[in-house]
């Protein structure tokens, strides 16, 4: 059974960092793209990046280009969501998601979702 | 980058009814485009793939159809269980990714 589990909820202050994880299991971790999608509060969903754990090769939406890193660690079949100093517009919920395959960007398996609270 | 607008963004309909939302795309693209639905507190739930093709385990009352820059989801007569909000998503490669603006279905 395919499964994404994020890791939980966190409350940070503006200015600090974080790093968000997205643990895979039940398929082959490095043959599928996986990509993380932002819900701000009350709001649509938007595209942040994707990561083929393969080969690590990763693209970025232009909004977040600069704005957050995307990584994976194939040995342990994790994705990972970071920010080096935080602001109060990243408070959202930020979703892990797998591609259908290798070559196609729908994405049909989702985490639960991680819950970051920016707040001073 | 390639905008996809969604409309309605809400509509109101009743058990049974046959609902229809659109995406429309600012640049044709070969039918690269999923839907998603989504409800209050749930990670979105993949419905359709490549504009057509229907996920294992959706019931066969929800259609997707079209191509070029515009797109179709239909449910053929609307459940209890699909009131929810409604995402596209085009896919027309992989730096290039982007949703709708979704579409919320109410009880009328």
């Known amino acids: 059974e395919v499964q994404l589990v994020q890791s939980g909820a966190e409350v940070k202050k503006p200015g600090e960092s974080l790093k968000i994880s997205c643990k895979a299991s039940?398929?082959?971790?490095?043959?599928?793209?996986i990509g993380w999608v932002r819900q701000m509060p009350g709001k649509g969903l938007e595209w942040m990046g994707i990561?083929?754990?393969?080969?690590?090769?990763?693209r970025y939406s232009p909004s977040f280009q600069g704005q957050v890193t995307i990584s994976a660690d194939k040995s342990i079949s994790t994705a990972y969501l970071q920010w080096g100093s935080l602001k109060a517009s990243d408070t959202a919920m930020y979703y892990c998601?797998?591609?259908?395959?290798?070559?196609?960007?729908?994405?049909?398996?989702w985490g639960q979702g991680t819950l970051v609270t920016v707040s001073s | 980058d390639i905008q996809m607008t969604q409309s309605p963004s809400t509509l109101s309909a009743s058990v049974g009814d046959r609902v229809t939302i659109t995406c429309r795309a600012s640049?044709?693209?070969?039918?690269?485009l999923a839907w998603y639905q989504q409800k209050p507190g749930e990670a979105p739930k993949l419905l359709i793939y490549?504009?057509?093709s229907l996920e294992s385990g959706v019931p066969s009352r929800f259609s997707g159809s079209g191509s070029g820059t515009e797109f179709t989801l239909t449910i053929s007569s609307l459940q209890p269980d699909d009131f929810a909000t409604y995402y596209c998503?085009?896919?027309?490669?992989?730096?290039?990714?982007?949703f709708g603006g979704g579409t919320k279905v109410e009880i009328k």
């Open positions: 640049q044709s693209f070969i039918s690269w």
């Open positions: 039940g398929y082959s971790f490095t043959s599928y793209w």
């Open positions: 998503q085009q896919y027309n490669g992989y730096s290039k990714l982007t």
């Open positions: 490549d504009a057509s």
């Open positions: 990561i083929y754990p393969g080969d690590s090769d990763t």
């Open positions: 998601a797998r591609s259908g395959d290798s070559t196609s960007c729908y994405f049909d398996y």
